[in-house]
């Protein structure tokens, strides 16, 4: 198995949502009451990082900024077939569910909080979501995690979301460090192209929204399939 020397990095960059904070749960629950209540033909696991990048989407925007930004919502093929406005009501039915099952159920995966504080003594850590960094800093405060990160990029920090490596490099610039320095530890296809595209070293854990052969595809430097296979990697 892999290992991860830490003597040849000097940062670690973190995605939030599906590497931190565990949403499965919750985008999983929206996906069926929104398959119960519309009657939609999808298989599941098929759709969830469809499904989780629409609603990483979502969340940043308010209702009318989500119609006037619904091209994407229109490409999205669980709902292929569909009206515009059956799609509208149906993607705003589960962005709703989402975050009521967010709120009061989700969490962080188990061991990435003593992962973080251990790290964090002896390397620089950022978070680099695709949401609004106030959301990933709300996250991270109510786990008590805020200040193991001196960096937090979210979509309003730049210009383009990941997949591009913006975030990534902006994060490296800061820091002063060089891509071959860094590490950046994702879990879907648009934060393996990301990491791949600025050069670091990508580790994505397939903790479930994405499928890990979808994963593979893209070629991440290191693929893991948990929290805990993702700790083993660092021996400390
Ligand atoms: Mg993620």
Redesign the pocket.
Known sequence: MDKINLDNYKGIIF?????IFNISDAIRKAVDDSVNKYQLNVKQNEVMEEI?LLI?ELQNYPVPKIILNSYNLLKVQFLEGLNYFKKLRIAIFMFNQFNKYKDAESSIYDGIDKLVSTLSKHRKLAIL?NNKSQYAEEILDKFDLSDFFGTIIGFNDVSEVKPNPEGILKILDKWNIKPEEAIFI???TT?IDAGKAANVTMICVASG?AQKQTLKQHKPDILVDNTKELIKLFSL
């Open positions: 995605d939030m949502d599906g590497v989780a990483e979501t994702g879990d879907m934060d929204l």
